[in-house]
């Protein structure tokens, strides 16, 4: 059965995506990494989960965060690991397609981040009305323009208002 992405507008040439579906990890823990990590570069993502995971720095928890002690530097945070060793396989995953796609990885950015909670399976054993944890994680990454090009087209910019000026130097000494 395909998986339906919530994000319609997707070009191939540009964009890469990877989800996650029933993921064992809590919906509210990932919709905060998945915040903590959105419009960061793929390289940057990766290392601020790896700080996660390594109890380093803490995720600033800015929806889900009552009765939630306050870390150094942050605010009230968590360390939520396993969802960071999920999403981090995803980034993984995303930036494989990505490169598959024939885009360059070393300035993907990750644009869109998407998190719904998924069917939860039931817990075996005696007391079956206990549900597990499960969410839905999906990864939109997209290939950030490079400071070169971005750099002509300044330079481009500018270019048209010079000869605008010369042009109007040009009118006022015919008129002379």
């Known amino acids: 059965m395909p998986y339906h992405y919530s994000n319609q507008e997707f070009s191939k040439d ?3 995506r990877a989800v996650g579906v029933a993921l064992p990890i809590s919906v509210k823990h990932s919709v905060e990494v998945c915040k903590y990590i959105r419009n960061r570069k793929i390289a940057d993502a990766k290392k601020m989960l790896d ?23 942050t605010g009230p945070g968590r360390f939520p690991v396993s969802t960071c060793e999920e999403i981090k396989k995803l980034i993984e995953g995303v930036e494989a397609n990505a490169q598959f796609q024939g885009l360059n990885t070393s300035n993907l950015v990750i644009t869109g981040t998407v998190v719904q909670k998924a069917p939860g399976a039931y817990h075996y054993g005696r007391k079956r009305r206990r549900k597990m944890k499960r969410a839905t994680v999906e990864i939109i ?29 040009k009118k006022t000494e015919e008129k002379a």
Not at 59 to 64: H, L, M, N, T
Request: no cysteine; proline share 4%.
């Open 141 to 169: 990454v997209t290939q950030a323009k490079s400071d070169a090009k971005e750099g002509a087209k300044k330079a481009e910019a500018k270019r048209p208002k010079a000869q605008g000026s010369q042009k109007a130097e």
């Open 14 to 16: 540009k964009m890469a």
């Open 51 to 73: 700080e996660v995971i390594g109890l380093k720095k803490a995720v600033p928890y800015r929806r889900y965060f009552q009765d939630l002690s306050h870390k150094v530097a």
